[in-house]
């Protein structure tokens, strides 16, 4: 069986060292481990985890073999930039639109992350997917790892 491709923003790497999200996190990357799911990171996911503490920097690198690595692109800063123009969100959470951009541009099935404010949200998942439409763009699957995770 092949690994779903899943985009996997800064958040969720975090989530590995934090008291709410540290177990269902762990879950998620023993499955990546094993092979069962396949991330994508942007080079903004890079960026941010350069700013990280030193354990999930740590965590980020021993997980680099995992992981594709994609680069930011003008298509993805556009399609961004789609959302703040629709309202999804405002200008201060344009990484959080430009991390949904990047995981919907380059074709990713999913995109996890832990940020239930500006990603993970009932309202904005079809507000993205109905931008990502308009620009002729497939709808992505935005969940929290935790809906990723495989059970026995």
Known sequence: ???????????????????????????????????????????????EILRAPSDVREFFERHRKHMDLIYLEKPSIELAEAYLRAGIVGKSSFYDALHVALATVS???????????????????????AVNRICGYHEIGICSPLEVIRYE
Do not use: C, P
């Open 107 to 129: 074709g990713s099935s999913l995109i996890a992350s832990w940020n239930f404010r500006h990603i993970v949200h009932f309202d904005k998942i079809a507000l993205y997917n």
């Open 1 to 47: 069986m092949n690994a779903q491709i899943i985009y996997v923003d800064t958040s969720v790497f975090g989530g590995v060292f934090d008291v709410e999200f540290g177990r269902a996190s762990r879950l998620f990357f023993e499955q990546v481990q094993k092979g069962n799911l396949r991330i994508r990171v942007s080079s903004l996911v890079v960026a």
